[in-house]
């Protein structure tokens, strides 16, 4: 299936990488064992660690670091400048020069459910799970679970696995 993808000679490609359709990589880096999903760009400067699965139709752009065993939903697109534009003041085209890339980190076996949009210059903290949909603004602890709009933190990721009690699965 590489035959409709365009993976650019300065990608750094671990072992073992799957890597589905209609994908664009350039300057990054991918660990081993990685999965990508068919319609992903991942850009220059950004890092996807070993063991991850990064779903179709994601954006990562510059500035991201992504550790290892992380999960990315479908659809999830970070951010990496705070206040885009196109053109300077005087109208003309913005360059590199013109702007700053603010980076953003998603630690270790985190997650990141389908549809979210992770702002810039935030740390998604080591086994967290962003609800789908989300929209994350701020740091999300270790941990946790974060779902919305903005993301605020719904409970601990223990208390998401235990199993229901009571009536109808309500908690006493």
């Known amino acids: 299936m590489l035959e409709f993808c365009r993976i650019a000679p300065d990608v750094k490609m671990g072992k073992d990488v799957t890597i589905h ?4 990589l350039y300057g990054c880096e991918i660990g081993d064992g990685t999965k990508i999903g068919t319609f992903v ?17 994601t954006f990562i752009c510059e500035g991201v670091t992504i550790e290892d065993e992380c999960f ?15 053109t300077n003041r005087d109208g003309t085209m913005q360059t590199p020069k013109d702007w700053e890339v603010v980076p953003t980190l998603v630690k270790r076996r985190a997650s990141i459910g389908s549809g979210s949009t992770i702002l810039c210059g935030v740390t998604i903290g080591e086994d967290s799970v962003v609800g789908a949909g989300s929209v ?37």
């Open 21 to 24: 359709g209609f994908v664009n």
């Open 41 to 57: 760009e991942i850009q220059r400067n950004a890092r996807v660690g070993a063991r991850c699965k990064v779903s179709s139709h």
């Open 136 to 172: 994350v603004t701020k740091d999300v602890p270790a941990g946790v679970i974060v779902a919305g709009n903005p993301a605020r933190i719904i409970r601990k990721v223990q208390d998401a696995r235990r199993p229901p009690s009571g009536p109808m699965g309500i908690r006493a």
């Open 72 to 86: 990315i939903g479908h659809g999830v697109v970070f951010i990496n400048d705070l206040y885009p534009r196109a």
